[in-house]
C-alpha cells in the first residue's frame, strides 16, 4: 500500500489517482488531523459486495464451505437453472 503525505498528494493527485485506478493499489494519505485512504472504485464495490455477502445469516459457512468443495464435485454453470 502506497504512502503520501497531503501536500504530495496535492501536487500529484492526477497521476497517483490514474495509479490507484490502473493497479487496484490503495493510497494513504496522511495530515496532521490523520489519515485518509483513496481505493479504485473496483475495489471499493468489491469491499460493498463482500461486506454485504458475509452480513447474510448463513452466507459466509456457504461460501466458506464452496470454497473448499473441489471442482470434481461441482457442475458445470451450464447446467445450472437459473
Known amino acids: 500500500m502506497a504512502i503520501t503525505n497531503i501536500t504530495n498528494f496535492r501536487k500529484n493527485i492526477y497521476m497517483m489517482m490514474e ?13 496532521k488531523e490523520g489519515n485518509a485512504v483513496m481505493l479504485s472504485e473496483e475495489d471499493y464495490n468489491g469491499m460493498m459486495e463482500t461486506l454485504y455477502l458475509v452480513s447474510s ?4 459457512e456457504k461460501l466458506m464451505e464452496g470454497k473448499e468443495t473441489p471442482l470434481s464435485d461441482t457442475i458445470d454453470e451450464s447446467e445450472v437453472d437459473w
Do not use: V
Open 57 to 60: 445469516p448463513g452466507m459466509r
Open 19 to 31: 495509479q490507484t485506478i490502473q493497479y487496484n493499489e490503495p493510497l494513504i494519505i496522511s495530515t
